[in-house]
C-alpha cells in the first residue's frame, strides 16, 4: 500500500466519450507532482457510470504511466457481491495493484453481512483490497470492530479510505489495528490534516486534482514532523476543501478543472454541471490561491 497522497482521478468527457487524451495529461501533471497513487474510476471518477470497457481502458493506460511511480488502485466496489468481483478481476488482469471496494449501498447490510461481502472477495482475489467507507453516500456504516476483525483474518483487507466525518472513528480503527498491517487513508480532504496526525497513513484526495503538488507538501510536512508547516497549508487551502463540495462530487472538481484549462467540463446523466453560482465561487477561490488569474 501507498503512504502520501493518492489523487481519486476525474474521469474527463467529450461528446459522451471518455477523452483519454485530456486523462492522460491530468495523469501525467499529478505524477510530476509526486502523487503516490491514482486511484481510477472511483466516485470522483464518474465510475458508476463507465462500462466494463472503458474500465478496463483506463486501468491499463493508467498502469502504463504510473509504472514504477506510484501505485494504480481501482474503484470496483458495487451493492452485488458477485458483480463487484467480477470488476474486481477485471481490475486485477488490467494490473491493478489494489482495488478499493465501497460498502454496499441501498441494501444497507448488518456488520455481519459486510464482514461476510469483504470476506468472500478477499478469498477470491490476489491483490490488497481497500476498503471505502463512506456513509453519507451508502447509508452504512461499517464499525471500527468490523474492519479490525476484516484486517486480522482476510489476507489481503490492507487498508480502509475512511470517510465518515467522526474522527473518532479512525482512531477508533487506529487503536484496533495498530498492530496489524493495516493502512488508514482519510476519504475528506479537510480531516487529512488531523488523520494523518493520529496515524493514517495518507489522503485518497479529492482536492489534489487541482492542487496535487500541495497536498503532497502538506502531508510531506507532516511526515517530517513539520507540524507549524502542514497547519499553515492545511489552512490556506480549507476554503478549497469547502468549494469542492458545494455540491455534489465530482461536480465542483470538474469545473474546477475547466477553469484551469483541463477538461471539458463534461458529465454523464444523471450527473450535470453545477450552478453558475458554484462556478464562481470556485474561480474566486482558485484566484485567491494563484492556480488561475
Known sequence: MFEGVGTAIVTPFVNGEVDYESYERIVRWQLESGVSAII????TGEGATLSVEEREQLTTLTKQLCEGKAQVIVGTGSNDTK????????????????????????NKPTQEGLYAHYKY???????????????SRTG????????ARLAAECRNVKAIKEANP???????????????????????DDRAFHMICAGAKGVISVASNVIPAQMVE???????????????????LLPLFKALFIETNPLPVKAAMYLMGLLNNEFRLPLVPPKESTVEKLRV?????????
Open 166 to 188: 467522526d474522527v473518532a472513528q479512525s482512531d477508533e480503527i487506529y487503536r484496533l489495528t495498530k498492530d496489524l498491517d493495516f493502512y488508514i487513508y482519510s476519504g475528506n
Open 140 to 147: 452504512v456504516n461499517i464499525s471500527p470492530e468490523t474492519v
Open 121 to 135: 472477495l478477499s478469498e477470491r482475489l490476489d491483490i490488497p483490497i481497500v476498503i471505502y467507507n463512506v456513509p
Open 83 to 106: 458483480k463487484t468481483l467480477e470488476l474486481s478481476l477485471s481490475a486485477q488482469r488490467c494490473g491493478a495493484d489494489a482495488v478499493l471496494i465501497v460498502t454496499p449501498y441501498y
Open 40 to 43: 481510477v474510476a472511483g466516485t
Open 285 to 293: 477561490v482558485l484566484r485567491e490561491l494563484g492556480v488561475i488569474q
Open 218 to 236: 502538506m502531508v510531506d510536512a507532516i511526515f517530517s514532523a513539520n507540524l507549524p508547516k502542514a497547519l499553515e497549508i492545511h489552512t490556506r
